[in-house]
T-cell receptor, first 114, second 112 residues
């Protein structure tokens, strides 16, 4: 079975540009998470969807960040405009259970903003 | 809110030796403690977990222990192999919630 699929794997962009990261969760999973990983702050939860509905976006850094889940098989994380401090690895994860279920992570999207 | 501290940040062991990674948590309501392994260029992957109704759990060379009174839990890897080299993360969560608070990670190097 395919795992969580993320694209692009690597993105290099210039400050001010729009960045869109994409995620396809595991089929049948009803929970989707976006995490950001940096050396300084570790793994941070940005937003959590359950059954395609955003439940908790308190981790989204600011209005420049937005996320959508138009259907059960696709989610996007958008940064507009991007800044150098947004450079990080962004992970999408999905889970079968709404709570305390195993998280299945994608391989991540490494973002570099120059 | 919950806070998870993880030690050490880096750990080097000789192949065949044991490795121990420790985590402490602050919220006594936390009752689910997974451990994730992250290999270079990959996403974290669950390797073992423990719930607060047990004190120890084993899976081949990996074991996790939990001390609820002291609010700490540990990952034990025996007979380490080069493929065990990775970054390991502990996490804490409370049943009925979706929020996992992750530790800062331990980079384990197994020297051949």
């Amino acid at each position: 079975d395919a795992g969580v699929i993320q694209s692009p794997r690597h993105e290099v962009t210039e400050m001010g540009q729009e960045v869109t990261l994409r995620c396809k969760p595991i089929s049948g999973h009803n929970s989707l998470f976006w995490y950001r990983q940096t050396m300084m702050r570790g793994l941070e939860l940005l937003i959590y969807f359950n059954n395609n509905v955003p439940i908790d976006d308190s981790g989204m850094p600011e209005d420049r960040f937005s996320a959508k889940m138009p259907n059960a098989s696709f989610s996007t994380l958008k940064i507009q405009p991007s800044e150098p401090r947004d450079s990080a690895v962004y992970f999408c994860a999905s889970s079968l259970a709404e709570n305390t279920g195993e998280l299945f992570f994608g391989e991540g999207s490494r973002l570099t903003v120059l | 809110g919950e806070n998870v501290e993880q030690h050490p940040s880096t750990l080097s062991v000789q192949e065949g030796d044991s490795a121990v990674i420790k985590c402490t948590y602050s919220d006594s309501a936390s009752n689910y403690f997974p451990w994730y392994k992250q290999e270079l260029g990959k996403g974290p992957q669950l390797i073992i977990d423990i719930r607060s109704n047990v004190g120890e759990k084993k899976d081949q060379r990996i074991a996790v222990t939990l001390n609820k009174t002291a609010k700490h839990f540990s990952l034990h890897i025996t007979e380490t192999q080069p493929e065990d080299s990775a970054v390991y993360f502990c996490a804490a969560s409370t049943s009925g919630t979706y929020k996992y608070i992750f530790g800062t990670g331990t980079r384990l190097k197994v020297l051949a």
